[in-house]
Structure formats: C-alpha cells, structure tokens
T-cell receptor, first 115, second 111 residues
C-alpha cells in the first residue's frame, strides 16, 4: 500500500545528531498527524496539522520540531534526543471536513533508536 | 486514570472460538468510537466504527454503552488471520481529528 509513505523506515542516531523523518500522503487528505508508539504504551498523539496549520501540540518537548510545507508532506525534525525517545514514529492522514473525519490512514512508521 | 483502558491480554483462543474484548473510556463527552487493528510490527488500520445502536461487519460486532462508558468488540468464528492487537479508540468532544488510543488487546488464535 502506498497511501501514506514514511522514510526512513529505520534510524539509529546519537544524542547529539540532527535528523529528519519524512511523511508523504497520496490520498488527497487535508490533515496530517505524528504519533509516537513506545513498547507497552498506547499510541501518543504528538502533533496535528490541518490545512498546513498546526492545530495540536500535545506537550511535546522542543527537541521534536514538526514542519508541514503543504497538505501532502509532513516532517519531524529531531535534535539532541534522549534514549527514552527511542520508539516507533507513525505518521497518519485524514479528511477533517467531510466523509469519515476520524478515519486515519497510517504510514508504516519509522523505528527510531537513540544511542 | 487512563483515558482509554483495555485489558492487554493476551487472549489465546482456538480457531472457531468466539472472543470478546472490552474497553472503557473516562471522558463522558467523547464523541466517536472506533476499533483499529494492528498486526505485529505494522501500522494500525481501521477495523470498524462503533455506533450507539451497535453495528456488525461480517464476523465482527461492535457495541457502545454511553451510560457505562464502555465499548465492546465481539469476534465470532475466529480465524488464524485474526491474530493481532485490537486498539480501542475514542475522540474527544471537539472535532480536531484527535484520536485517543487504548493500549490494545492482543489476540492469538491457535490452530
């Protein structure tokens, strides 16, 4: 399935590195999301973008910096991460104005390891 | 208290069995309810929405009890391919697209 793609699929980075995660949706949706999934924990919503505008920041530390240049692309810029930030980072998209507003389509995720 | 609570399991059942999962949510103003399915090392996918009147999709039946703030999923005639983690999902009262996920219930269907 290529509706929502994410790159890279795996990333290992040191605590002093800077890296970026990329998400692209090919579904014509107007909202995009970043989630964090840690072992034994529920998915945690990090950010919501609606028509490129950030509408939700779920108290995420500033070492995570999102960027949404258009409705199809979403980035998560990472810097000076901590080992506890190691997790699966999932991107999702949906329509927010019509149809089934809450059906979110997820990408395959980026598995991040911070060493 | 967690916003959405599920028994993590695992539930180990034989093929053909009927199995039920429950979920409770803390915010009485929650608007919409869903079950998502997540296979091992894969992304979550929408399984079905949950309506107040209850709804059925093949072998799957979802029910909502707003008074008790309780959602259920019933799977009949379990198949090996039903093995996955089932995520209970709730939306808050405002239409921001925000989904609140439970921890998930793991189902393992054995031959």
């Amino acid at each position: 399935e290529t509706g929502v793609t994410q790159t890279p699929r795996h990333l290992v980075m040191g605590m002093t590195n800077k890296k970026s995660l990329k998400c692209e949706q090919h579904l014509g949706h107007n909202a995009m999301y970043w989630y964090k999934q840690s072992a034994k924990k529920p998915l945690e919503l990090m950010f919501v973008y609606n028509f490129k505008e950030q509408t939700e920041n779920n108290s995420v530390p500033s070492r995570f910096s999102p960027e949404c240049p258009n409705s199809s692309h979403l980035f998560l810029h990472l810097h000076t991460l901590q080992p506890e930030d190691s997790a699966l980072y999932l991107c999702a998209s949906s329509h927010l104005t019509s149809g089934a507003p809450y059906e979110q389509y997820f990408g395959p995720g980026t598995r991040l390891t911070v060493t | 208290r967690k916003e959405v609570e599920q028994d993590p399991g695992p539930f180990n059942v034989p093929e053909g069995a009927t199995v039920a999962f429950n979920c409770t949510y803390s915010n009485s103003a929650s608007q919409s309810f869903f079950w998502y399915r997540q296979d091992c090392r894969k992304e979550p996918k929408l399984l079905m929405s949950v309506y107040s009147s209850g709804n059925e999709d093949g072998r799957f039946t979802a029910q909502l009890n707003r008074a008790s703030q309780y959602i259920s999923l019933l799977i009949r005639d379990s198949k090996l391919s039903d093995s996955a983690t089932y995520l209970c999902v709730v939306t808050p009262s405002s239409n921001t697209g925000k989904l609140i996920f439970g921890q998930g219930t793991t189902l393992q269907v054995k031959p």
